[in-house]
């Protein structure tokens, strides 16, 4: 009886130490992002590793889920690793949220969307690197992607919900999406949108979005969740980041000149 109790008193000191040596990580993986940018950032994943069945989330541990993807598919990114989606695979990474938690982000009228991608759009018509959706109702929808008919690398925007005006397939001037490494940062400021791509804002124009609650309640990254995934994206998605305020043009050509650590 005695080995039994001290044989569980070992297990939940190192349960305990294994929880402290992950808030340490994670106190310092926070504290080495840039201070400006810090500012607002409500969302940080960095994807760069596997952790179990999901990648870590390194500001408030929304931590994302895997879908057919493991550790193979972790790979030399733009900014340490990345990560490999596949359409064939029906790759997908993804968080549905619970009412406390601070995303998705477009619970916000003022909020940024930061990525780093290496994705083909030639030919790969409508398929999603970022999106937020409902896992319980179709309608409402927020995507960044590819060009609807595959026919450009421009960045392809489709937001919608009943009752609001859809912005259907606004295309960027720029195109990022031409098999190499770009820098992308959406933009909504007090509901008006704008885009950047690689620090430049781009001249594309969206409309504002309407006064009233977006109801999305998950975020993907490579595809779509509603109630089951789709539109699932091949190429490399790597440092992707969300604040709950709008970033200036200086601070958006900052993140893609510096990256997020200091």
């Known amino acids: 009886a005695k080995e039994y109790v001290y044989t569980e008193f070992l297990m939940k000191k190192l349960h305990n130490k294994h929880n402290l040596l992950l808030s340490a990580l994670f106190f310092v993986a926070f504290n080495t992002l840039n201070a400006q940018l810090k500012d607002g950032l409500i969302a940080y994943w960095p994807l760069d590793e596997v952790q179990g069945t999901k990648t870590p989330e390194l500001v408030n541990g929304y931590d994302m889920q895997l879908t057919n993807l493991s550790a193979d598919d972790v790979v030399e990114g733009r900014i340490g690793n990345a990560f490999s989606f596949s359409n064939e695979n029906q790759t997908l990474l993804s968080r549905v949220h619970d009412a406390a938690d601070q995303l998705p982000a477009n619970k916000y009228d003022s909020f940024s969307i930061s990525m780093w991608s290496k994705v083909d759009g030639n030919g790969q018509n409508d398929l999603r690197l970022f999106s937020e959706g409902n896992t ?107 604040w709950k305020r709008a970033l200036s043009d200086d601070e958006a050509a900052q993140v893609h000149k510096e990256g997020l650590a200091s």
Not at 144 to 156: K, R
Not at 210 to 230: H, Q
């Open 136 to 242: 319980g109702n179709s309608n409402p929808l927020f995507n960044i992607g590819t060009d609807s008919g595959g026919a450009s690398g421009s960045v392809d925007f489709y937001i919608r919900q009943s009752g609001w005006p859809t912005v259907n397939h606004i295309k960027s001037s720029g195109e990022p999406y031409d098999g190499e490494w770009h820098h992308v940062v959406f933009v909504q400021e007090d509901g008006e949108r704008r885009l950047y791509v690689d620090g430049e804002l781009d001249d594309v124009t969206m409309a504002a979005k309407p006064e009233g609650v977006f109801k999305v309640n998950d975020t993907t990254i490579g595809g779509i969740l509603r109630s089951s995934a789709s539109h699932w994206v091949t190429g490399l998605i790597d440092d992707v980041a969300i």
